[in-house]
């Protein structure tokens, strides 16, 4: 399952960025080739994407200001697979970079972290990280990274002047979701905008349903993991599969989902011409930069489930920055000072300065541009309230299917059901598993 949200390069729901293909050499983009007299330099490998550029840039400008003998030059790989590939070469062979970028969860397990990272979990700082990050870069109780940017939500964007237009409140159970579809529908506007023309939006109510099925089934990823849990066989994880179903049954989608595409989409929402649009908040920079009035006009909650009390986000975390076993000596001090302005407020305001952030910081103490877009401020609350925020499935289990967005289509299309739905998701991921070498599989 491939989720794309913005060119902004997130594990996948995963969010799978897709960078550049081409790795640049190190040092190449340094400020200087040379370390002056007395001070040190490290290198520090990035996707080659123009916004992980942006952002980089922005970090070691404002960093060395504060640490002027710390030179930081910057590498760059591509994304995928064969930026995969570099990172676990170079990891073997002893030639990675200072400090690195990568994945978060499963895929950062991937890379025997206890093997070849240095764990950061002595460090001051680490009790400021938000506990949903931190399970993502810890392997045997020891921490390894720092956040690289800020979570994305898996929920659903709304016009909040059809919302005030029509005097609705924003649901906690999916009941209360249903019954304002209607109430949208009887006044002519398109109550579920669906944009299967790039087939990964198509899941947001599977994936973006993770948190109510953590909290019906708190074991469900642990099950999943070990084949003793299946979407087609829990009455939690299937109604994701309902839901998609559900909406299209009842007549709730635009007319043109099937061929409508991301853009068409943000169009309807930010001009009031569709009231819900289950998505991830990394599009919102984008929508905004469209459409200046959404900053104002579009709002984020969270997929409502069964259960008010346990109403919550299924969150995205942003990437980790780590520290090889090959840096050593000042090299490594001055890595882990670098780690340490990234996980600090102030580390938080220089990403902000390179872009509009996706979404809360997984600092604390970082807080969100007072300037951001309403649909960003809405995830603050979710992240702030204990028990209200889940990490996506894909963080807390390494088992995907390649399939998911195809098979989310046809249930969004009436053309499947959603209980055969499920069950076809669970035989795609079989291979996968049993590739991975999984027990139970």
């Not at 066989?233 to 839901?243: D, L």
Request: hydrophobic share 40%; net charge neutral; proline share 6%.
């Amino acid at each position: 399952m491939t989720f794309r949200p913005r060119s902004r390069g997130l594990v996948a729901f995963t969010a799978a960025c897709t960078l550049a293909l081409t790795a640049c050499s190190a040092g190449s983009l340094g400020s200087s080739d040379k370390a002056s007299a007395g001070s040190v330099a490290i290198t520090y490998l990035i996707g080659n994407q123009e916004q992980d550029l942006k952002e980089a840039k922005q970090l070691t400008k404002d960093f060395t200001a504060k640490n002027p003998g710390i030179t930081i030059k910057l590498d760059t790989r591509p994304a995928g697979t064969e930026g995969d590939n570099i990172v676990k070469t170079r990891l073997s062979t002893g030639d990675m970079a200072d400090v690195f970028t990568y994945n978060t969860g499963s895929l950062f397990q991937a890379i025997a972290p206890q093997k070849n990272l240095v764990p950061i979990s002595d460090q001051p700082y680490i009790g400021d990280l938000d506990d949903n990050f931190k399970k993502t870069v810890t392997a045997a109780d020891q921490v390894y990274g720092v956040p690289s940017g800020g979570f994305m939500g898996g929920a659903v964007l709304y016009s909040i002047p059809v919302y005030t237009k029509l005097g609705l409140k924003v649901p906690t159970t999916w009941a209360e979701f249903m019954a304002n579809n209607a109430k949208i529908k009887a006044a002519g506007i398109a109550p579920v905008i669906q944009t299967y023309g790039e087939t990964w939006t198509s899941q947001l109510f599977v994936l973006g349903d993770f948190h109510n099925v953590a909290a019906a089934e708190p074991d469900f990823a642990d099950k999943y993991t070990k084949n003793q849990a299946k979407y087609a066989t829990s009455p939690a994880a299937v109604k994701g599969f309902e839901h998609t179903q559900q909406v299209h049954d009842a007549g709730y989608e635009n007319k043109d989902f099937a061929s409508a595409k991301v853009p068409d989409g943000l169009r309807m929402l930010a001009q009031g011409k569709g009231a819900h649009y289950p998505i991830l908040s990394g599009v919102v920079a984008d929508m905004v930069a469209t459409y200046p009035n959404a900053a104002k006009d579009v709002g984020l909650f969270a997929l409502p489930g069964d259960d008010a009390a346990k109403n919550g986000l299924t969150v995205w975390t942003p990437g980790g920055v780590y520290i090889p076993t090959t840096t050593t000596g000042d090299r490594l001090d001055a890595a882990k000072k670098f780690l340490a302005f990234i996980a600090s407020p102030d580390g938080c305001k220089s990403l902000a300065a390179a872009a509009a952030p996706t979404g809360p910081y997984a600092v604390k103490g970082c807080a969100l541009p007072a300037d951001v877009p309403e649909a960003i401020k809405d995830m603050q609350p979710y992240l702030d309230k204990p028990g209200a925020s889940s990490l996506a499935l894909e963080f807390v289990s390494p088992v995907k299917g390649p399939s998911l967005e195809q098979i989310t289509v046809e249930v969004g299309s009436g053309i499947r059901k959603a209980k055969d739905g499920a069950a076809r998701y669970d035989e795609d991921v079989k291979k996968q598993a049993q590739q991975l070498g999984l027990a139970g599989w």
